[in-house]
């Protein structure tokens, strides 16, 4: 019993990282979408950067960039290769909340090998004639309109407010009294509880000031009622499957007995273009039961949910990423993975 508690405690904690990291992003990815845009227009070697840097950032929006931009034009294929490459999905906020410096290293390697992959994608799609996006052309490509994300006089709406809003309000609250109190979380004002509390608060202000579309359609819609949810039951499963195999069955022992299928198995598992699988090869790293040339190898394959918007677009090119990208994996995995790494 005191082990499925904690494993809740852990899950809601990382959920609620999870949470108010994903808002933050979103924020500032719509504030930046406009800037992003022109500087693509800068030749190939800008497009890998951008892309790649993007696709490192956590979670799925900058991947859902990358496929709007490629869509529209505005990425080669090599980029939009790189771009997935660099992407770690919604996993990379767990990441971040279980092994932080380990995380940004992982993202740090991303985003370089995102560059040199665009690179080689790009050569190889110029040999073998591959024209991009061209299903792309048949189809019509809503354009987005301009969200303006500060808007403090919805303060002067109180009490006014949408339901959606006084219940992110309301939620928020509690957050804030049961990490302030200690009732969830560290028991101490730890560097985590504080920077959990600060999160908290700064999520606050951005609910407080965002117009209720931006309210609506990003944060209750998309987060909420998308994201949150399966983040914390594919969190739960992995934290629930780790600590009992460790205490009930030999699972370390089984996963170093047979590691190279581990590997190959991370590698494919990658394939599946959604949020959540990759999840148990995350807690197996923060377990220390895998090296990190498994965790990169899932982590070059799989890009969460950001290829689902470009397979409505065109199935060949995502298909032809999803298979660049697990070459390209195996190539830099493998040897890493021989080399005890």
Not at 78 to 83: R, Y
Not at 98 to 112: C, D, G, N, R, T
Not at 127 to 156: G, R, S
Not at 170 to 192: D, E
Request: charged share 15%; glycine share 8%.
């Amino acid at each position: 019993m005191a082990e499925l508690t904690s494993v809740i405690n852990h899950s809601v904690m990382i959920t609620i990282f999870v949470f108010v990291m994903m808002l933050i992003v979103d924020y500032i990815n719509v504030l930046t979408k406009g800037d992003m845009e022109k500087a693509l227009k800068g030749g190939r070697s800008r497009q890998y950067a951008i892309a790649s840097f993007l696709g490192a950032t956590p979670g799925c929006l900058g991947a859902f960039a990358n496929v709007s931009f490629y869509v529209h034009g505005l990425l080669s294929f090599g980029a939009i290769v790189g771009g997935m490459i660099a992407t770690s999905g919604d996993e990379a906020f767990v990441m971040l909340a279980l092994f932080p410096k380990e995380a940004v290293f992982l993202f740090a390697v991303l985003f370089i090998l995102g560059i040199i992959g665009a690179r080689i994608a790009d050569k190889a799609a110029s040999l073998f004639k591959i024209v991009p996006c061209q299903e792309c052309k048949l189809q019509k490509v809503h354009e987005e309109e301009e969200c303006h994300c500060f808007a403090p006089e919805e303060l002067k709406k109180f009490p006014k407010l949408s339901l959606p809003r006084y219940a992110l309000f309301s939620f928020l609250f509690i957050l804030l009294v049961v990490i302030g109190m200690g009732i969830v979380g560290p028991q101490t004002w730890n560097w985590q509880r504080i920077t959990l509390f600060s999160l908290l608060l700064i999520t606050t202000f951005i609910v407080a000031t965002v117009p209720d579309h931006y309210l609506k359609e990003h944060i209750w819609e998309h987060i909420v009622k998308k994201h949150l949810w399966q983040v914390f039951l594919w969190t739960f499963f992995s934290l629930l499957f780790i600590t009992f195999g460790l205490q009930y069955w030999d699972l370390e022992g089984f996963v170093k007995a047979n590691m190279m299928l581990i590997f190959l198995i991370c590698a494919l598992v990658g394939l599946i273009p959604e949020s959540g699988p990759h999840m148990i090869f995350v807690m197996m790293f923060a377990n220390g039961l895998i090296p990190f040339s498994i965790l990169l190898t899932s982590s070059i394959v799989q890009d969460g949910h950001g290829m689902l918007p470009l397979f409505s677009y065109t199935i060949k090119d995502s298909v032809l990423i999803k298979l660049f990208n697990l070459i390209f994996a195996i190539v830099i995995g493998l040897p890493l993975f021989l080399l005890g790494v």
